[in-house]
């Protein structure tokens, strides 16, 4: 893609403990942003289906789900068909104090019989050139975690600097992987999964040291069968909430703290889509509660799940 960007520069230091701002009870503020835009169509499909209009119908549909759940807020970062630089479209998460950046869009290829959908989070070759760039001018210090967090770096020298940025990063990177994992799960139920694992690569959307940020390809736009789903409302549904799904559980199963749902995490059943190789008993150790509980909760008559069933988690 033309977005991918490389470099390097290191900057590796321990530290103890960052002290930042934490907001309490708040909602999980979650900037959700379409790929493309205005004179950048982005990857052309059959009968013209272009990237940036399918990007903008699903990420319309990802941003009303979270907004219309009472732990989240959603940001929709590009609302109608117009062009947005990179860095803009992550300064506009940063500005909203996002938790997470989700950027919506469809793979293509030269050959039609690519097929799949696939995340991608920052490769840690993209983070150590994000994080040079950041130490070379105070304008970005000062606000470099701006997201939940708010940290200032702007009073800060070399080195303290370069060390709170490199922490930043690793963890953003943390979030990220971990979460698209979450995400790409509950894709592979919706649709054919072109990456099996979460990818990294240097996209400059993602580079955004204080927010965890996932870019996502909802499929290839040059296959004429997944063309003709990415264009499908009812499609897009799906491919939405599973996009809404996994990360509900992700946050659902790591609450920031001092956000409603931190509050209430303890009486917030859990969905868990039953993957390959799963027991009921696996799950219920995983999740510190009982078969018999699980069995009673969801009303099922014995142990028997099946790949791709939901079922819900008691409350701890």
Known sequence: RDDLVTGVQTCALPIS????IKPTNRKIIIAVDAGHGGEDPGALGPKKILEKNVALQIAKRVNTLFDNDPYYDGILVRNSDYYLAHRKRTQIARDNRADFFLSIHADAFT????NGASIYALSNQGATSETGRYLATKENRADLIGGASSLNLGDKDDLLAGVL???SMNATLRSSLDAGQYVLKQMGTVARLHKKRVEQAGFLVLKSPDIPSLLIETGFISNPKEARQLSNKAYQQKMAQAIFKGLDQYYTDH???G???ASVVKVKPRSYTVSRGDTLSEIAERYNTSVSKILSYNKMSNSTIRVGQEILIPAR
């Open 17 to 20: 403990v960052v002290d930042v």
């Open 111 to 114: 050959d039609p019989r690519a």
């Open 165 to 167: 940025i490199d922490l």
């Open 255 to 257: 609450p920031p703290e």
């Open 259 to 261: 956000t409603l749902l």
